[in-house]
């Protein structure tokens, strides 16, 4: 049974630095994205940085209203992806959710839609 369980969510302050981590179990790490998606209240998911596992050189993509400003990556053991977010703004207040899926299934790794195993979300407050 795939899970994925999020932390490190919390509250600081515009320009301030949180570390949020995605402890994942019960996955076939072959060639997947590692996606950290972010919601906002009233607006839509959006995804913000997938790590694409089983490369030799670990791709990542980011979405651009945060490149330069976090940084997704994964630990050895391929047990835990991080998003590390630096300068944190307002518009970064948001729930934040781990996702994974096979690159294989088709389409981009912003699709939403195309992620069937989601954690169950850390929040991340940013106060101006």
Same mark, same amino acid.
């Given at each position: 049974?795939?899970?994925?369980?999020?932390?490190?969510?919390?509250?600081?302050?515009?320009?301030?630095?949180?570390?949020?981590?995605?402890?994942?179990?019960?996955?076939?790490?072959?060639?997947?994205?590692?996606?950290?998606?972010?919601?906002?209240?009233?607006?839509?998911?959006?995804?913000?940085?997938?790590?694409?596992? +089983? $490369?030799?050189?670990?791709? *990542?993509? /980011?979405? =651009?209203?945060?490149? !330069?400003?976090?940084?997704?990556?994964?630990?050895?053991?391929?047990?835990?992806?991080?998003?590390?977010?630096?300068?944190?703004?307002?518009?970064?207040?948001?729930?934040?959710?781990?996702?994974?899926?096979?690159?294989?299934?088709? +389409? $981009?790794?912003?699709?939403? *839609?195309? /992620?069937? =195993?989601?954690?169950? !979300?850390?929040?991340?407050?940013?106060?101006?």
């Amino acid at each position: 049974q795939v899970q994925l369980v999020e932390s490190g969510g919390g509250s600081v302050q515009t320009g301030g630095s949180l570390t949020l981590s995605c402890s994942v179990s019960g996955y076939t790490i072959t060639t997947n994205y590692m996606t950290w998606f972010r919601q906002a209240p009233g607006k839509e998911r959006e995804g913000v940085a997938t790590y694409v596992t +089983g $490369t030799s050189t670990g791709l *990542t993509y /980011y979405a =651009d209203s945060v490149k !330069g400003r976090f940084t997704i990556s994964l630990d050895n053991a391929k047990t835990t992806v991080f998003l590390q977010m630096n300068n944190l703004e307002p518009d970064d207040n948001a729930m934040y959710y781990c996702a994974a899926r096979w690159v294989g299934s088709g +389409g $981009t790794w912003l699709n939403s *839609t195309k /992620y069937n =195993d989601w954690g169950q !979300g850390t929040q991340v407050t940013v106060s101006s």
